[in-house]
């Protein structure tokens, strides 16, 4: 079964202080992977793609990476207003030719002035 | 414009009623995509529209009934609904049709009373 696990759960910094989010897949026909940024009550706001494994996209603070089995979103000196809950959602071809899409459970980072 | 609006922000029925769910864009976008959203859980897909066309069906009960009038409108009609339907349900379009870089509306928040 294709399944996409995020950790941790929950995650709190100190301002500045920098630290990883992992997404782990086990899917087969990885068409692409997506992070997402979600605020309390919105909808997500999209932040990067990554198709193929060693692919890394950077912004602002923010560089995704992706392996053959999990993908990082690095933070890199984290502000307050990088809280929120962050989602990774895998494209993947199922064996009936078609493409499915699963989101995993998200992080909640919390950054502390 | 760059953004996806979907209107009512929130919705209470019973579970006789008809309603209907509005979501919008105006970015020329080719996909579109009806989510819902349980709380601490991450958006599950509903239904895919590509140019127009009901492309993908989730498996979602048939009292949820989708509509794509016109490239930059996409509804939701709802009826007979049941407590546990209450949820945000998110519209979201992208320009590709491969769920690449999909911009999220604000979510409508139903509840099913």
């Known amino acids: 079964e294709d399944q996409v696990t995020q950790s941790p759960e929950a995650l709190r910094l100190q301002e500045g202080e920098s630290s990883s989010l992992n997404c782990s897949y086990t899917?087969?026909?990885?068409?692409?992977l997506f992070w997402y940024r979600q605020d309390p009550g919105k909808g997500p706001e999209f932040l990067f793609t990554?198709?193929?494994a060693g692919e890394e996209k950077e912004k602002e603070r923010l560089k995704a990476t992706l392996t053959k089995k999990e993908s990082f979103l690095h933070i890199t000196a984290p502000k307050p207003e990088d809280s929120a809950t962050y989602l990774c959602?895998?494209?993947?071809?199922?064996?009936?030719?078609?493409?499915?899409?699963?989101f995993g459970t998200g992080t909640r980072l919390l950054v502390s002035p | 414009d760059t953004e996806v609006t979907q209107t009512p922000k929130h919705l209470v029925m019973g579970m006789t009623n008809k309603k209907s769910l509005k979501c919008e864009q105006h970015?020329?976008?080719?996909?579109m995509y009806w989510y819902k959203q349980k709380a601490k859980k991450p958006p599950e897909l509903m239904f895919v529209?590509?140019?127009?066309?009901?492309?993908i069906n989730e498996s979602v009960p048939s009292r949820f009934s989708p509509e794509c009038p016109n490239s930059s409108l996409l509804n939701l009609h709802l009826h007979a609904l049941q407590p546990e339907d209450s949820a945000l349900y998110l519209c979201?379009?992208?320009?590709?049709?491969?769920?690449?870089?999909?911009?999220f509306g604000p979510g409508t928040r139903l509840t099913v009373l």
């Open positions: 979201a379009s992208s320009q590709g049709l491969n769920y690449n870089e999909q911009f």
């Open positions: 899917v087969s026909g990885l068409r692409g």
């Open positions: 990554l198709y193929s």
């Open positions: 959602a895998v494209l993947a071809f199922m064996n009936t030719g078609f493409q499915k899409l699963v």
């Open positions: 970015m020329g976008h080719r996909a």
């Open positions: 529209y590509s140019y127009e066309k009901l492309s």
